[in-house]
C-alpha cells in the first residue's frame, strides 16, 4: 500500500490489479494499466538456469551435493542456453542438471495448456485383441462403467458396429469416434454374432480419469478376490493407494471394517507414488492385545479396539517410491512384521518444488532422512525379506506371484 505525493490517494495491489481509495471519502476505483513489454528470453532463461543452480546449493539436504562438482556441471551445461527457443528444452537442460545430484525428487518439467485439446472418452470396457473383424468385440465390461447397467443388452462378445452412425472398419482408430464425447447421449449400433441380431443403445461414455479409477478399483477387488481365495478367507487385503489422509481412511476402514474378523492382513504399497503417512500407517498395524472383553464367558473384542493388532506382512515393489520407500523401512525398522516383492529404490527424502515465472517447475530433495545406523535411506536400496517377482507370463494368466508369497508366508505364521 502506498501514498501519494499529495497525501490524498492511497493505492494497493487487490487480487493482482491496482486499486486507488480516496483519502477523504472512501471512494474506491480500479487503476487500468496498458502496457507492453519486450522480453529476452535467452536473457531470462539464463537466469532461471542461474537461480536454480544456486537454489541447490542453498537447499540440498547434504551440504557437498552428494559430491557432485556443481560448479563443473553449471558450466557444462551452460553452454546449451544459447541454443535453446523454447521451455521445453530449457527444462530438459535443468533437468539433465539436477540428474547429476544423483538424488530422487528432483528434475524439471515444462507442461503448456492447450486451447480446445482433445479428450477422448471411454465406454468402460476392455476388447478381444484377437478379434480380425469389423467393429469392436466386447471382452469385459467393467463394473460401475457405462455398459454395466440394467435394462442393457450389451455383454461379454457383443461387437459394436457404429458409434453414431460412424462405422468401425478395421482400419478405423475408433478413438477418434468418441473425442469429447464424455458425459453426452452417444449412439452404439451393435450386434450379437451368437444370434445374429442387431440394436441400437444410447450410453454416455466416461473421460479416461474416471475409467482409470474403475480400472483401480478392479484391480483392487481381484487382488483382494485372491487373497480371500488363496488363504481359505482366513486372511484380509487392503491396498495403500497413498500416502495421505484418504489412503488412509480407506485402509482403516476396510482393516477394521470387512476384514475386522480376519486373523491376518496383507497390506499392499505396490505402486504407490508417497506422500507422508509411514508413522500412521505403521502406528495403526503395530497394535498389540492387552484386554479382552467378556461378558458372561463370551469374548465379544480385545484391546485395542482402532489398531491392528494380528500379524501383517506389507507387499512392496520397484513402483513403490518416496514415502512409499520410507513405510515399509518403518515397517521393517519396528519389527512389524515381513517385507515381501521385489527391492525398493532409495528415495526417502522430503522435496521443495518451485515454480519459474516461464513455467518450468523443478524440484530439489530438502530433507533428508536418516536410519538408527546413521544413514540416509535415500540411494539406500530396501530389500524385501521374501524376495518374489511377478513374471509378466504368469501375471497375463491372472496370477499375481507376491500375494501368492504373502500368504503363505502369513499362512505359516499362523500354524504357530
Known amino acids: 500500500m502506498v501514498m501519494d ?3 490524498k490517494t492511497l ?3 487487490v487480487d493482482g490489479s491496482i486499486t486507488k481509495i480516496a483519502v477523504e471519502d472512501g471512494k474506491r476505483e480500479g487503476v487500468n494499466l496498458k502496457g ?7 536473457v531470462e532463461r539464463a537466469s532461471l538456469f542461474e537461480h536454480i543452480w544456486r537454489q541447490v546449493v542453498k537447499k540440498f539436504y547434504t551440504k557437498d551435493l552428494h559430491g557432485v562438482d556443481w560448479d563443473f556441471y553449471k558450466k557444462e551445461y551452460a553452454r546449451f542456453l544459447p541454443y535453446v527457443n523454447n521451455n521445453y528444452d530449457f527444462a530438459d537442460v535443468c533437468g539433465e542438471m539436477l540428474g547429476e545430484l544423483n538424488a530422487s525428487h528432483t528434475g524439471a518439467f515444462f507442461g503448456k495448456s492447450i486451447d480446445n485439446p482433445d479428450r477422448t472418452a471411454s465406454l468402460g470396457c476392455f476388447y478381444d485383441e484377437n478379434y480380425k473383424g469389423n467393429g469392436l468385440k466386447i471382452k469385459e465390461i467393467i463394473k460401475k462403467g457405462p455398459l454395466f447397467k440394467g435394462g442393457t443388452k450389451i455383454k461379454a462378445g457383443t461387437v459394436i458396429e457404429k ?3 460412424e462405422e468401425i472398419t478395421t482400419t478405423t482408430n475408433y478413438h477418434s469416434l468418441l473425442n469429447r464425447k464424455d458425459g453426452k447421449n452417444t449412439l452404439l449400433s451393435l450386434y450379437n454374432e451368437g444370434t445374429k441380431e442387431r440394436w441400437e443403445e444410447v450410453v454416455k461414455p466416461i473421460n479416461l480419469g474416471q475409467e482409470g479409477e474403475l480400472r483401480y478399483q478392479r484391480w483392487v477387488d481381484r487382488c483382494g478376490f485372491l487373497v480371500d481365495s488363496l488363504s481359505a478367507g482366513r486372511i484380509g487385503y487392503v491396498h495403500v493407494r497413498g500416502m495421505d489422509d484418504r489412503s488412509f481412511r480407506t485402509v482403516y476402514e476396510d482393516a477394521l471394517g470387512k476384514n475386522a474378523n480376519k486373523e491376518a492382513l496383507v497390506v499392499d504399497t505396490r505402486f504407490n507414488g508417497g506422500g507422508w503417512l509411514h508413522d500412521d500407517l505403521a502406528t495403526f498395524l503395530n497394535g498389540k492385545e492387552y484386554m479382552s472383553f467378556e461378558p458372561r464367558g463370551q469374548n465379544i473384542g480385545a484391546e485395542p479396539q482402532f489398531k491392528w493388532h494380528r500379524p501383517s506382512a506389507v507387499v512392496m515393489c520397484e513402483s513403490n517410491y518416496s514415502d512409499a520407500h520410507m513405510f515399509p523401512y518403518t515397517y521393517k525398522a519396528l519389527g512389524i512384521g515381513k517385507l515381501v516383492g521385489m527391492p525398493v529404490a532409495g528415495t526417502g527424502t522430503a522435496v521443495w518444488w ?3 515465472q ?3 517447475v523443478f524440484g530439489i530433495p530438502q530433507v533428508g532422512m536418516k536410519g538408527n545406523d ?3 535411506l535415500e540411494n539406500q536400496q530396501l530389500e524385501p525379506d521374501i524376495m518374489a517377482p511377478n513374471e509378466p507370463g504368469e501375471v497375463s494368466k491372472g496370477r499375481d506371484q507376491q500375494l501368492e508369497a504373502a500368504v503363505k508366508e ?7
Open 374 to 376: 546413521g544413514r540416509f
Open 5 to 7: 505525493t499529495s497525501g
Open 358 to 360: 516461464n513455467g518450468v
Open 354 to 356: 518451485e515454480g519459474l
Open 410 to 416: 502369513l499362512l505359516g505364521e499362523l500354524k504357530k
Open 36 to 42: 507492453e513489454m519486450v522480453l529476452n528470453e535467452n
Open 11 to 13: 493505492f494497493l495491489i
Open 163 to 165: 458409434i453414431d452412425g
